[in-house]
C-alpha cells in the first residue's frame, strides 16, 4: 500500500535563485524565486550569523545561548554585485553568494577560501512532527581537522566522526558514545593552520557529521527550528574560542574554595558518618573544602526537605562543618514527588508551573522519589518560584553550593529515557513541543538554580554544578561529566571530555575522580587523581554500592599519593584562581589542548593526552595501568621538568619517567608560577607571603597572577590586585620587572623568590636599582631569597 505520507514526500529541497535583496547597517537579505531568504548578519569584523528561512518567515529572534552582553553592530559592510555572485566584505572576510543557488563561500582577505558550502542549504519537509528538517552541508579539505562539541567521549579531532547532541543521561557510557548529557552545537574547523567556529544555534536534535559519510563533506542539520548558525573567524583557536565566548558569555569568579577539593559520594548519611568524612580529612591531612550531601538526605526524595532522622538539626550541622572549614554541597534534582501532602508540589499546582502533555494533563514519569511532575523551568515565573526555593537551604540552613542532576531531564522506565516529544513548554513566551525545549530544560534549571543560590548568598559568590547544559551554560554553573565507570579507558575519557569542554567554552568542569560505578584499583585511583588536581573542577564521586573512595580507601601509599597531590593544587591556588579570572575576562579555556596551544605545530592536531594546565604546566595523565613512565609529545620551546628541574628540548616525542607517585608535569622556561602555602581549606590560614617560582629563560616571558578576597564582588568595583611579571634572561643575568593593576592590598608583604635553572652564581642582587647586600636577603642555599612585594624591577647579576 502506498501511504499518503510517502506520496507527499519531496526529499530535500533547494533554494532557487536569487530574485531580490535589502540591505540595512550589518545585515543583508537575500529573498529566491522559491521563496527563501537568507539574512546575513555582520556581527563584528570576524563573526558572521546565518539565518536561512523558507516561506521568509523568520521565526521571532530569541536565543538561550546568546549572552547579552554578546558584542554586535559591525558598521563598515562593503557590498558588491557581480553577475553571478553578491560580494560582502569586512576588514578581516569576504562572503560570496551564488545568485543561481544562494550557496556560499567564506574567505580571507587573501582569498583562502575558509569555509565553502557543497550543497549548502537545504530541508526536508517533516511529515511526522510539521516543520523542516534544516539541512547544510560544506566541503571539507583535504587536512581539516574539526574540535569542540562539549562532552563527546572521543578522541579531541572530530575528523571521520558523527555526532548528535540530545541531552541524554549515559550511565556508564562508554568511549565515542553518543549523545550524552549535554548539547553544545559549537565546532572549531581547521586546516592549513586557519581555525574558524561554527555555532549552529539551534536547540533541537542537531546532528553533525565530520567528513563520516563522505570523506570531503562535513555537514550539520536539526530535526526541526531555523537553519541559524554562527561563523567566527580566529585564524587562530583563542580567537575563535573568544568570539564563541563574547557570543555565549562567561561566568562571573566562583568563590576562591570552589577551586579546592570536594568530596562526594551518593550518599553520605547520618550527620555522624558525614562527620566522620570530615574529620578523618582533618586527622590525615588531606586538604578539603567541600563535601556533598546527595539525594538521602531528603525526606522520601522530596527536593527542599531533609530527613530528620538522619539530619535532626541541619543548620547546627553545616555551621559545625564550617567551623572546621567544610562548606556543604546539596543536591536538588528537577522532579517533583507527586504528594499532596508536600509544600512544593502544592505551590506548583497552585501555579500551574508544571509541564503540561500535548493534551492537557501533566507531563508524569518516575525519578527517584517515585512519580514526578515536571516545573517547566522555561517559563520565567517558573524560574523565579524556583529561585525562591533556595531561601532556606541557603539562608537559613547555610548550604553553599547546589548540585542540579538528571536534569537531561531524565525519567527512568521509559523509553528515549526522557519527556515524551509532545510535552509543552513555555520557552520564554514561545511556546514549544519538548523537541525544542528538551536540551535547554536542564540549562534553564541551572539558571534558576543560580540566580536562587545568588540571591541568597550575597554578598558572597554562589556556587552551581549541573549534569545537562546547553551552549551559553558556563555563564551560570560548573559541570560534571555524569556517571563515568572506574575503569582504565574511563581516565582516558576524563581527560579527553574535560579538554573538549573547555574548548567548547565551559571550562569549569571535572569527572566523577576514581569512577561513579563500579570500584576502581588503588592504582587507578591515584593515577586519576593526579589528573583530577588540574581539572578546574576537583571532586571525588562514586556511586557507593561498589564500596568505598575516599582517599584512605586503599593502601597508604594511594593515601599518601592522594595528599601530595591535593597539596599541590592548593599549593597552585594563585595560579588555578589566575587561570580562571583569565577565563572570566577573555573566555580562554582553562586548559589548553596542544593543537589549541600550537597549531603551527601540526603534530598537535591528533594529540589528545597532553594538555596546557593555564598557559605555562604542561600535563600529561598516566593512562595505563603498571606504568614507570610514558612517551608523550612536548610542545615547541623548552620544558622544565617539574620533579626534578632538567629541561628539555620540545617538539619532540619522549620518554617521561613517571612511577606511581609522579606524573609527566612540565613547566614552560621563563615561566612565573605562583603558589600559596598548603592548606587544610581555602582560608584556613592568611596568606604571609606569596612564593614565586622563577624559572630562567635565556629570552622574554610574560606571567600574571591574579588575586583578591576571593569572595563577594568588589573585585567588579576595581577591589583585585593583577600583578604582571615580564622576565628577561640573559646569559649573566635576569631581569624581572612587575606591573600591578587594581585596588587590592594582598595581606603578604613579602614574596618568597625561588630561582630555578639559574645557569650562573649570584653576585648581585638589585631590588628597584639599590643593591640589596646578599647578607640581608635571607638566602637559603644560593638562590632563595624573600624581597618586598611591590618592587618594579629585580636585577640579579651573576658571576
Ligand atoms: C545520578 C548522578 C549521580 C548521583 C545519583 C544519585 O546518577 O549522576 O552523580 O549520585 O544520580 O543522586
Known amino acids: 500500500m502506498i501511504t499518503?505520507?510517502?506520496l507527499e514526500y519531496k526529499g530535500n529541497l533547494f533554494p532557487a535563485q536569487i530574485i531580490d535583496h535589502k540591505k540595512e547597517v550589518d545585515k543583508i537579505t537575500?529573498?529566491?524565486?522559491?521563496?527563501?531568504?537568507?539574512?546575513?548578519?555582520?556581527?563584528?569584523?570576524?563573526?558572521?550569523?546565518?539565518?536561512?528561512?523558507?516561506?521568509?518567515?523568520?521565526?521571532p529572534d530569541f536565543s538561550y545561548a546568546i549572552s547579552e552582553d554578546a558584542t554586535y553592530g559591525y558598521n563598515h559592510l562593503e557590498i558588491k554585485e557581480n553577475d553571478d555572485h553578491f560580494a560582502m566584505k569586512t576588514s578581516k572576510l569576504e562572503v560570496k553568494v551564488s545568485k543561481k543557488d544562494l550557496r556560499l563561500a567564506i574567505l580571507d582577505l587573501e582569498g583562502n577560501i575558509l569555509n565553502e558550502d557543497e550543497l549548502g542549504f537545504h530541508w526536508e519537509e517533516s511529515y511526522e512532527f510539521g516543520g523542516n528538517i534544516v539541512k547544510m552541508s560544506k566541503f571539507s579539505q583535504e587536512s581539516?581537522?574539526?574540535?569542540?562539541?562539549?562532552?563527546?567521549?572521543?578522541?579531541?579531532?572530530?575528523?571521520?566522526k558523527r555526532v548528535h547532541n540530545w541531552a541524554t543521561d549515559q550511565y556508564a557510557f562508554g568511549k565515542d558514545h553518543n549523545p550524552l548529557y549535554k548539547a553544545v552545537p559549537f565546532y572549531i574547523g581547521m586546516h592549513h593552520s586557519i581555525g574558524y567556529g561554527i555555532f549552529f544555534d539551534n536547540t533541537f536534535k542537531t546532528h553533525f557529521d565530520f567528513c563520516h559519510e563522505r570523506r570531503n563533506i562535513t555537514s550539520f542539520w536539526a530535526d526541526g527550528g531555523e537553519m541559524n548558525y554562527y561563523f567566527i573567524y580566529g585564524p587562530t583557536m583563542p580567537e575563535v574560542v573568544g568570539g564563541y565566548t563574547d557570543l555565549t558569555g562567561k561566568p562571573e569568579l566562583p568563590p576562591l574554595w570552589v577551586l579546592g577539593f570536594h568530596q562526594c559520594k551518593w550518599s553520605y548519611y547520618p550527620e555522624s558518618k558525614v562527620k566522620e568524612i570530615a574529620n578523618k580529612f582533618r586527622d590525615l591531612k588531606i586538604p578539603c573544602d567541600a563535601i556533598y550531601l546527595d539525594i538521602d538526605y531528603m525526606e522520601g526524595f522530596r527536593c527542599f526537605t531533609w530527613?530528620?532522622?538522619?539530619?535532626?538539626?541541619?543548620?547546627?550541622?553545616?555551621s559545625e562543618l564550617a567551623e572546621d572549614g567544610f562548606k556543604t554541597v546539596a543536591i536538588i534534582d528537577p522532579g517533583i514527588k507527586i504528594d499532596k501532602n508536600y509544600w512544593v508540589y502544592n505551590e506548583a499546582v497552585e501555579n500551574d508551573y508544571f509541564c503540561k502533555r500535548a493534551d492537557g494533563p501533566y507531563m508524569k514519569g518516575?525519578?527517584?522519589?517515585?512519580?514526578?511532575?515536571?516545573?517547566?523551568?522555561?517559563?520565567?515565573?517558573?524560574r523565579e518560584w524556583w529561585a525562591g526555593l533556595y531561601k532556606e537551604l541557603i539562608a537559613?540552613?547555610?548550604?553553599?553550593?547546589?548540585?542540579?542532576?538528571?536534569?537531561?531531564?531524565?525519567v527512568m522506565e521509559v523509553p528515549g529515557k526522557t519527556f515524551p516529544d509532545d510535552v509543552r513548554h513555555n520557552y520564554d513566551g514561545h511556546h514549544c513541543s519538548h523537541r525544542k525545549a528538551h536540551n535547554v530544560y536542564g540549562m534553564q534549571m541551572a539558571r534558576a538554580t543560580h540566580e536562587g543560590v545568588k540571591k541568597f548568598t550575597f554578598p558572597k559568590r554562589p556556587f552551581v554544578i549541573t549534569r545537562s547544559a546547553y551552549s551559553g551554560t558556563q555563564r551560570f554553573t560548573s559541570s560534571w561529566t555524569g556517571d563515568n565507570v572506574a575503569t582504565w579507558e574511563h581516565l582516558w575519557i576524563a581527560n579527553v571530555q574535560v579538554q573538549r569542554m573547555c574548548m567548547s567554552g565551559m571550562s569549569f568542569t571535572g569527572t566523577d575522580i576514581g569512577g561513579f560505578a563500579e570500584q576502581p584499583s588503588g592504582e587507578l585511583f591515584a593515577r586519576w587523581i593526579q589528573l583530577g588536581v588540574f581539572h578546574p573542577f576537583c571532586r571525588v564521586h562514586s556511586s557507593g554500592d561498589h564500596g568505598s573512595q575516599e582517599p584512605w580507601s586503599f593502601d597508604e601509599e594511594?593515601?599518601?599519593?592522594t595528599r601530595k597531590f591535593i597539596e599541590l593544587r592548593y599549593q597552585l591556588l594563585p595560579y588555578l584562581y589566575t587561570m580562571f579570572y583569565e577565563y572570566t575576562e577573555y573566555g580562554i579555556p582553562m586548559l589548553k589542548s596542544l593543537v589549541y596551544y600550537d597549531q603551527e605545530d601540526t603534530h598537535t592536531h591528533y594529540r589528545n593526552d597532553e594538555f596546557i594546565f593555564g598557559n605555562q604546566i604542561l600535563v600529561c595523565p598516566i593512562l595505563e595501568p603498571n606504568s614507570k613512565g610514558r612517551r608523550m609529545y612536548l610542545p615547541q620551546g623548552n620544558w622544565y621538568n617539574f620533579w626534578g628541574g632538567e629541561i628539555t628540548k620540545g617538539g619532540k616525542e619522549c620518554w617521561v619517567e613517571a612511577d606511581i607517585d609522579k606524573i609527566p608535569i612540565f613547566i614552560k622556561e621563563g615561566a612565573i608560577i605562583p603558589k600559596y602555602p598548603v592548606q587544610q581549606y581555602v582560608g584556613e590560614k592568611e596568606i604571609d607571603k606569596l612564593t614565586l617560582d622563577i624559572y630562567y629563560k635565556l629570552g622574554k616571558e610574560e606571567s600574571q597572577v591574579f588575586e583578591d578576597t576571593g569572595d563577594g564582588f568588589d573585585y567588579k568595583k576595581g577591589r583585585y590586585s593583577l600583578r604582571m611579571f615580564k622576565l628577561t634572561g640573559?646569559?649573566?643575568?635576569?631581569i624581572i620587572q612587575q606591573f600591578k593593576e587594581g585596588k587590592y592590598e594582598t595581606p603578604y608583604e613579602v614574596f618568597k623568590i625561588n630561582l630555578i635553572g639559574l645557569p650562573f652564581k649570584v653576585k648581585s642582587v638589585q631590588v628597584d636599582n639599590v643593591e640589596i647586600p646578599l647578607q640581608d636577603i635571607i638566602l637559603n642555599g644560593d638562590t632563595n631569597m624573600t624581597i618586598k612585594k611591590d618592587f618594579t624591577e629585580l636585577h640579579i647579576k651573576g658571576l
Not at 558 to 561: D, F, L, S, Y
Request: aromatic share 14%; glycine share 6%.
Open 558 to 561: 594511594v593515601t599518601n599519593i
Open 30 to 59: 537575500f529573498y529566491t524565486r522559491n521563496n527563501v531568504a537568507l539574512q546575513i548578519s555582520f556581527l563584528r569584523d570576524s563573526v558572521l550569523r546565518f539565518r536561512y528561512a523558507v516561506e521568509q518567515d523568520f521565526e
Open 366 to 382: 518516575k525519578v527517584w522519589p517515585g512519580e514526578c511532575n515536571f516545573p517547566d523551568f522555561t517559563n520565567p515565573k517558573v
Open 307 to 318: 530527613n530528620k532522622e538522619y539530619f535532626p538539626d541541619p543548620k547546627r550541622m553545616v
Open 396 to 410: 537559613d540552613i547555610g548550604i553553599k553550593g547546589v548540585w542540579n542532576d538528571m536534569n537531561e531531564p531524565a
Open 4 to 6: 499518503n505520507t510517502e
Open 144 to 160: 581539516e581537522s574539526f574540535y569542540g562539541m562539549g562532552d563527546k567521549p572521543s578522541q579531541l579531532n572530530l575528523r571521520g
Open 730 to 734: 640573559k646569559e649573566k643575568e635576569l
